[in-house]
C-alpha cells in the first residue's frame, strides 16, 4: 500500500516562504503523478500543482502560479511543494496525492488520485 507523508507546514508571515515536502514509500515514486491540494476551513479542497512521473508536465492553479513551484525527485522518493510570496488566503491544510501513471508525462489537478497524504498545516498570518 502507498503511503505518503507530507511534512513543512507552520506559521509564517505574509510574504514568507515555506517549502512542503511529500515523501511516498515503499513503493519507488517513479510511475506516479504528484498533485497537492489544499482545503481552507469551510471550504471546498482544491488543486493546487500537479506534476508528472518524468518532471515533463506541470499544472498550477491561477491562485499560485508565479509564486509556488512543484517538483519532485524519483531516485528520493520525494516531491516538494516551494511557496513564495504567501498570502492569509493560502491559509489551509495542504495535503499531497499520488497516481499511477504508465507514462512519464501525463498529470492533471482534474484527475482523480487513489493516494492521500496526512495533511501539513500551512498557516499564513497578516
Known amino acids: 500500500q502507498l503511503q505518503l507523508v507530507e511534512s513543512g507546514g507552520g506559521l509564517v508571515q505574509s510574504g514568507g516562504s515555506l517549502t512542503l515536502a511529500c515523501k511516498l514509500s515503499?513503493?519507488?515514486?517513479?510511475?506516479?503523478?504528484i498533485a497537492w491540494f489544499r482545503q481552507a476551513p469551510g471550504q471546498e479542497r482544491e488543486g493546487v500543482a500537479s506534476i508528472s512521473p518524468g518532471s515533463v508536465t506541470l499544472e498550477y492553479a491561477d491562485s499560485v502560479k508565479g509564486r509556488f513551484t512543484i517538483s519532485r525527485s524519483n531516485p528520493e522518493n520525494t516531491a516538494w511543494l516551494q511557496m513564495n510570496s504567501l498570502k492569509p488566503e493560502d491559509t489551509a491544510v495542504y495535503y499531497c496525492?499520488?497516481?499511477?501513471?504508465?507514462?512519464?508525462?501525463?498529470?492533471?489537478?482534474?484527475?482523480?488520485?487513489?493516494?492521500w497524504g496526512q495533511g501539513t498545516k500551512v498557516t499564513v498570518s497578516s
Open positions: 515503499p513503493i519507488p515514486l517513479g510511475n506516479y503523478a
Open positions: 496525492a499520488a497516481r499511477f501513471e504508465e507514462t512519464l508525462f501525463r498529470a492533471s489537478l482534474s484527475d482523480a488520485y487513489a493516494y
